[in-house]
């Protein structure tokens, strides 16, 4: 237990609250973390939960437990309802908390862009029990078909439409496709594989934007090869659960939405009493504080900030490094040090698209098929959270890839 | 797929009816397994899901998965409703399903003895879902107890019931203290262990009745031991989710009561048209047959058969057992040949209370402390269905015993 007096509250257990608290572990200050959840997500392998090759528990690790050893550090699981900046003072299911310093970290949820139909019939894909939903839906859709003897009606259950051509869909997308045609067809000897459809819709004409354009293209091609239909210029106008209309007017009958097309702040930026910007993100000052009240900071997904004219992208670095941003400066806020202005150093980005199929812009270097798909593979065992964590997936990974299998084949209920 | 005509409908994919249908594998016959899940669980290592020890997806493998190879097996995720034993159908969610024979094997439920209210508020422990909403709730108690300023409230919290002293009971209530006492109590440095409180309540005065008296002693101590307060002669007379009442007018204040006190067979016994014995259990022929539909068996939990005078026991070796002899006897009609009477070979039981700790027969073998522990790991890792649960399971056994630790410590939502 800290004798500190100063209070530091952290809403959001994701990778820029865990990096704040973390980098506050030395600092004359007693942390408290706030999360609806107790665990926080290593949220770039969530799509592999949704495809059954991962197992939830293996990508996630109670924040308790990974902050275990820091002796000014507290967890509680709650839902913060509110912030009365005025008073200093958090609302939330358990009463109210009272701060000196508040770093708001409570990230992105998906963004279905006022369509309220598909909000309801899509699956987004942003938490645990999201991918877990996702899994349950792919693979009951595989026994419903088995029943089903209108030849319409199975085609529709085994046509599964992944929207946006991000990282997360282009994952998404790929992943689906090999868990189908690597092991699903193993399960399934009835199952014929021309009725099923697997379409990536995306709204410009390329993938992967952040990506220099012969790995865009790389990255379609790598798709297409794996009998993922990519669309561009496709935007969906609605989706009732039974058929996805696009707005050019086309019908395609499918069961299944997975929405990879959009991110936006959760919806606590709107009860901030400040008004959020673009996609709900609230705008900050240079050093990520709250415009008129610097003892304020908002992270991650939250926070709105340019850098040369453009906003820092929803993604996990900015989040991380904003987190190891913030921690400084509140220790600079204590000694009555100048604060740092927040840069951010962009690693690059990867995707993976299936068994030795990447590609990757890291550190300057561009790469595609199989050295980015190692360098993927590293990156991301390194990126886990627990030596436990990172020991189980590199089995799991090993295991799949040379038995062409996914373990964690459940439909669990709820 | 089998070109014969002849169809055996498998109802229920536990140990009973897995079994059978994998006996038949070389028989002239094409079998069609139901179940409602897609997946077979070994249910001895259920309680381990609940106290956060293994995750659902090491302890299941989807029934697809472990019968690929068999030629004349087909598998459909169906409810079945009712059995028509004069038209020899099934009334399924999926429409009729006709059956030359049938093989009930729909297992058991948790008995709550007509307790309306308890059944609603403790929990069972028979399915996946049953051990993740145990292991939800036991961590959410600790993270809620860490937000309770009054002190009653807070040890209600901590409070937690095992009702019956059998296997289950004994080895759910041992894991409870070791995941609280061993591993919690890291999580929640704030945590005061006085306030924890583990009862096993057990209405005759003896755990574990199949075992000789020297072993059941030994349990009950161990138990102890562990700081799980045993407590014979305490029958449970109603539990509101906030405190327990017994027989004898006791109140325990409890926010948490698991319910191993007794099995019956699922409810599809009532609706079968014949009356059901004790437990729900429908009594059968000596060769597992049903009276008067020598087509129909029934094996396991669903099954009443005595021997010697008792009733066999509604647990997984008998269930085995049955499902083989069933498949013999199915294969000896096919061909004309007398039917084999069913005999249980007992070959002993185990139970675990923890680390270092159990008490085994096997074989005539008596054991308790350490060298039952290591027979009851050999055991259950061999029986583990697939190469790739026992190196999982083994590898997270092996993690656990050397570092105190359980991975599976998420709190998920439905």
């Not at 997500?41 to 996630?60: K, M, N, R, S």
Request: with cysteine; net charge positive.
């Amino acid at each position: 237990m800290a004798q500190a007096d100063t209070v530091v509250v952290i809403v959001g257990g994701g990778f820029g609250g865990l990096n704040a608290a973390r980098a506050l572990r030395r600092a004359p200050v007693q942390v408290v973390l706030l999360d609806r959840n107790n665990y926080h997500v290593f949220q770039p392998l969530l799509y592999q939960v949704a495809t059954a090759g991962l197992e939830p528990e293996q990508i996630a690790k109670p924040v308790r437990a990974i902050l275990r050893g820091q002796q000014n550090f507290d967890f509680r699981m709650v839902d913060v309802r509110g912030v009365d900046l005025a008073q200093r003072r958090l609302d939330t299911s358990a009463g109210p908390i009272a701060y000196d310093y508040l770093v708001l970290a409570y990230g992105g949820e998906t963004n279905f862009f006022g369509l309220d139909r598909v909000s309801r019939t899509a699956f987004g894909l942003k938490d645990i029990s999201d991918g877990i939903t996702i899994r349950n839906h792919v693979l009951s859709c595989f026994e419903l078909a088995m029943l089903e003897t209108d030849p319409e009606r199975r085609r529709a259950r085994l046509t599964f439409i992944v929207v946006g051509g991000g990282p997360t869909g282009v994952e998404m997308a790929g992943a689906l496709s090999e868990l189908i045609r690597l092991v699903l067809v193993k399960d399934y000897p009835r199952l014929n594989i021309k009725d099923v459809r697997i379409l990536l819709l995306e709204a410009t004409d390329t993938l992967l934007a952040a990506m220099p354009e012969r790995l865009r293209e790389a990255a379609a091609k790598t798709l297409w090869r794996k009998y993922v239909e990519v669309r561009f210029g496709a935007t969906v106008a609605d989706f009732d659960g039974l058929e996805a209309r696009l707005k050019s007017g086309e019908v395609i009958p499918a069961h299944t939405m997975i929405w990879a097309a959009g991110v936006r702040a959760a919806e606590l930026s709107g009860r901030l009493g400040v008004t959020p910007g673009r996609q709900g993100r609230v705008a900050v000052e240079e050093t990520l504080q709250l415009k008129e009240h610097p003892e304020v900071f908002i992270i991650g997904d939250a926070a709105y900030h340019e850098e040369n004219g453009a906003p820092l992208p929803m993604v996990a670095p900015v989040a991380i490094q904003m987190g190891k941003s913030v921690a400084t400066n509140i220790r600079n806020l204590l000694r009555g040090k100048p604060l740092e202005p927040f840069r951010y150093r962009d690693q690059g980005t990867l995707a993976t698209i299936g068994r030795n199929a990447a590609v990757a812009t890291v550190y300057g270097i561009r790469a595609s098929g199989f050295i980015a798909w190692v360098m993927w593979l590293g990156i991301h065992i390194i990126q886990l959270i627990g030596f436990r964590n990172k020991l189980f997936v590199l089995l799991n990974w090993a295991w799949d890839y040379f038995f062409y299998e996914r373990a964690a084949r459940l439909i669990t209920r709820d």
